[in-house]
């Protein structure tokens, strides 16, 4: 009996490949991957706006726990740009990234560095210094979509 488990045990271990597809290795997988870092900075960046505007009440510890996210969720997408095959793998990324990686690449970097000014003006607590910021910060996305973005 223990013998009949073990057995079929090992036939379910061995028929699964070693290395299962992820983000890193999957081209489609990828694009999924950093859509999703995308739409976690829109959230993120969104908030902050809001409270900015006026049209949700400043609460400077919201503002702080949003720009520690980005400086973070920043990062994210980048390394999906990066993997085999993923040109034609789908989502709304032009072929000029591929051409341009390393323009590409420093605009990701630009913005990961200025989430981590944003995050520095939050715990100033000055929010003249985190509009400035954010305002900063913001205009990456308009720029990099332009041209890089369907
Ligand atoms: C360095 C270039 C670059 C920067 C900077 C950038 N984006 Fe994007 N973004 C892209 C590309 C390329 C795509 C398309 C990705 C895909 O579909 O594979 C995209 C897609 C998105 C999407 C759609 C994700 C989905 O679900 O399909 C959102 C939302 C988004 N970006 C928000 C932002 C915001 C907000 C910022 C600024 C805080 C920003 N992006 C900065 C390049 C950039």
Same mark, same amino acid.
């Given at each position: ?64 726990? $949003?720009?520690?996210? *980005?400086?973070?969720?920043? +990062?994210?997408?980048?390394? =999906?740009? !990066?993997?085999?095959? #993923?040109? %034609? ?17 420093? $605009?990701?970097?630009? *913005?990961?560095?200025?989430? +981590?000014?944003?995050?520095? =003006?939050? !715990?100033?607590?000055? #929010?003249? %210094? ?21």
């Amino acid at each position: 009996m223990k013998k009949a488990l073990f057995a079929s045990l090992l036939a379910i271990v061995v028929s699964t490949p070693l290395t299962a597809a992820t983000a890193f290795t999957d081209a489609k997988d990828a694009v999924t991957y950093r859509q999703a870092a995308f739409q976690l900075i829109r959230h993120n960046m969104a908030d902050i706006n809001e409270m900015i505007k006026g049209e949700v009440t400043y609460d400077a510890a919201r503002v702080q726990k $949003r720009a520690d996210a *980005l400086v973070l969720v920043t +990062t994210l997408p980048w390394e =999906a740009f !990066q993997v085999a095959g #993923t040109e %034609q793998g789908g989502g709304d990324a032009k072929a000029d990234i591929w051409k341009n990686l390393d323009d590409f690449l420093q $605009r990701g970097e630009k *913005l990961a560095a200025d989430a +981590t000014v944003l995050q520095a =003006a939050a !715990q100033s607590g000055d #929010t003249s %210094q985190v509009r400035r910021a954010f305002g900063n910060f913001a205009r990456n996305c308009k720029a990099c979509h332009d041209n890089y973005k369907q």
